[in-house]
């Protein structure tokens, strides 16, 4: 007897429908894909249950005749393609033919369609994958999906579907992924009676960015565009004070489609770099433009993930375009000149004539009775989007002095400027040690009198081990005898520092055993300069604070410490008025 045999049709067709359609939010991104394939310029998705009990997307596209209904839920029926080298050149979103059989098979599906130019359309209504009825019907021109009771024919895979609520999220997600690319298209996503997302459409990409990531990361994103012969990276991108806790803010398009990708993400990172502190993410809208024939879009049923035939060259013009466009960003210590409070000029002489009217206050909101001779709105503030060249690098930079011993306090054109001094000294020990490592030419201070540590007998064996590689780091230290070893010199660069808690962490990133020597370089310049920094809490003279400034100035990444930490917070004058009601 056999054992081998041959599955019904049926079972099959659920069998492979699992691939395709794993939750609600999967129907609408496929369904959504194909109105954007048939030329829609609005789409309209309801839903109710989180899309367990319906699903309806209606678009406004070219339509499908009687017999393309017919045909569109059949396995492997496509428009998009007709013969095997059509899959090196694929340019639509969607292709394999297997998204409607899929939810067919699972679902109670209706489609109304009605081709453009056409006076009557038709219906099909399909249950679990088999066919009800076919009839004329009245309809607007395109295409309405109707998907009820998804899953109902397999109580297993219902089960695991999460509540109404997570459904929703999910489904709002795969909306705003999939209309990004697309601000020509207006996008509407209903939950019964209640409108959740209303996209317009327009024809500016930075109003789509804002309507679905707010306003004022609208208004502080960046962009960058770089071309590497077929290959074109665009990318708006929020400066690093805007990073979440999670990677949920990362678009990533591929010739439009959205792909999620770690390599990618890696490259996004990497751009960023030391911008970021660990386990933080930024929020980047990414758009690849790349010839169809080096790339490979038919990897998985979902379409999401993609493969490069050079993922080295996308991956480092990734790295490079979002390098490129952050340092572009400029900073408030290159070329400036710090001044101590003994000879510091009026306020008056370090504002503009043109910004000395933004901070005087309306006589009419204090005054019951005065006359209001001119309207909010044609007073002149400084716009909280211009680029700080514009309002802060233009004039000498008075130190005001320091608070909490912890934070140095400046006065600038357009401001307050307030740098963390542990960040920014952070910042300098780190770089100048980066360079002298790179040049093989660590100052070492060789200490007096040694410095004697006592040592856990795992952390003495992994110095046994590795102790050799500190050398390299300018930290010479001698086995005494039994667990005890003498610091004998360190490098220059490091003052007031606890030995035994550096040693103590410098063996933890040993013990680790990073096989990449440019990884493990990195960490132990880091821990030096966190180190070797000036503590918060430590007083500084104002000559202390102006060189400390004026070194940060020449360094190449100002903005952040190694960690990732933000160095400085600006506040305008615009932003204090309102925070204390001289403006509206």
């Keep these: 007897m056999n054992t081998i045999r ?3 049709e049926k079972l099959a067709s659920q069998i492979a429908a699992g691939e395709v359609v794993d939750r609600p939010a999967s129907v609408v991104r496929e369904l959504t894909d194909n109105s954007i394939d048939a030329g829609a310029d609005r789409i309209v998705v309801r839903i109710e249950g989180g899309g367990k009990r319906l699903i309806k997307v209606s678009d406004n596209g070219i339509g499908m005749s009687e017999d393309d209904l017919l045909l569109c839920v059949e396995r492997h029926a496509t428009s998009k393609i007709e013969r095997a080298s059509d899959l090196l050149n694929v340019k639509s979103l ?56 998804l899953f109902f024919n397999i109580p297993a895979r219902r089960k695991f579907l999460r509540a109404a609520r997570t459904e929703t999220d999910h489904i709002v997600d795969v909306i705003s992924r999939a209309a990004m690319p697309f601000p020509r298209i207006g996008f509407r996503l209903e939950d019964g009676a209640k409108k959740i997302l209303n996209l317009p459409a327009s024809g500016d990409t930075l109003s789509r960015l804002s309507g679905l990531m707010g306003r004022k990361v609208g208004e502080a994103i960046m962009e960058g565009e770089e071309r590497y012969g077929d290959l074109s990276i665009k990318v708006y991108a929020a400066p690093p004070d805007f990073a979440r806790s999670r990677g ?23 751009g960023y770099g030391k911008r970021l502190m660990r386990g933080r993410y930024p929020q980047v809208v990414l758009f690849i433009d790349i010839d169809p024939l080096e790339i490979d879009v038919n990897v998985h049923p979902t379409k999401q993930e993609i493969r ?39 306020r008056k002489d370090l504002l503009s004539s043109a910004s000395d009217s933004f901070i005087s206050e309306p006589p009419w909101e204090y005054s019951p009775g005065s006359e209001r001779r001119e309207s909010l709105d044609q007073t002149v503030y400084p716009s909280r989007t211009a680029p700080l060249e514009q309002s802060v690098v233009s004039a000498g930079a008075r130190i005001i002095g320091q608070l909490g011993n912890t934070y140095i306090l400046c006065q600038v054109e357009d401001g307050l400027l307030i740098v963390d001094q542990h960040a920014a000294h952070e910042r300098i020990v780190y770089e100048n040690l980066k360079r002298s490592l790179a040049a093989s030419r660590v100052e070492v201070q060789g200490l007096l009198i040694p410095h004697e540590l006592e040592l856990s007998t795992k952390e003495k064996r992994v110095i046994l081990g590795k102790g050799d590689r500190l050398r390299g780091f300018g930290i010479e230290i001698d086995h005494f005898g039994g667990n005890t070893f003498l610091l004998r010199a360190v490098p220059a660069l490091l003052k007031n520092v606890d030995w035994n808690s550096f040693i103590s962490e410098f063996v933890t990133e040993l013990e680790e055993g990073t096989p990449d020597e440019d990884v493990l370089l990195d960490k132990a310049v880091t821990l030096m300069a966190c180190h070797g920094a000036i503590r918060a809490g430590q007083r500084l003279s104002h000559e202390e604070m102006a060189r400390l400034l004026s070194e940060l100035g020449e360094m190449d990444l100002p903005t952040n410490c190694p960690h990732g930490r933000p160095i400085f917070k600006r506040f305008t004058y615009y932003e204090m008025e309102k925070m204390f009601k001289r403006v509206v």
């Excluded at 098979?105 to 009800?132: C, D, E, F, W, Y």
């Excluded at 309809?139 to 009820?148: C, D, L, N, R, S």
């Excluded at 949920?248 to 990497?270: C, E, P, S």
């Design 6 to 8: 041959i599955l019904p």
């Design 94 to 149: 969607g292709f394999r033919g297997e998204a409607l059989p899929s939810m067919a098979a699972v679902s109670r599906m209706q489609i109304t369609s009605l081709p453009q130019g056409r006076l009557t359309g038709h219906r099909l209504k399909i249950s679990g994958g088999k066919l009800l009825a076919i009839e004329e019907t009245g309809a607007p021109a395109g295409t309405i999906v109707e998907i009820k009771d």
């Design 308 to 346: 490069f035939r050079n993922a080295r060259k996308v991956f480092q013009a990734i790295v490079a375009a979002i390098e490129s466009m952050l340092a572009r960003s400029p900073h408030p210590f290159s070329g400036q000149e710090f001044i101590g409070s003994e000879s510091v000029p009026a």
């Design 248 to 270: 949920d803010r990362l678009f990533v398009y591929v010739n439009g489609r959205n792909i999620r990708d770690r390599f990618i993400t890696k490259a996004i990172m990497d």
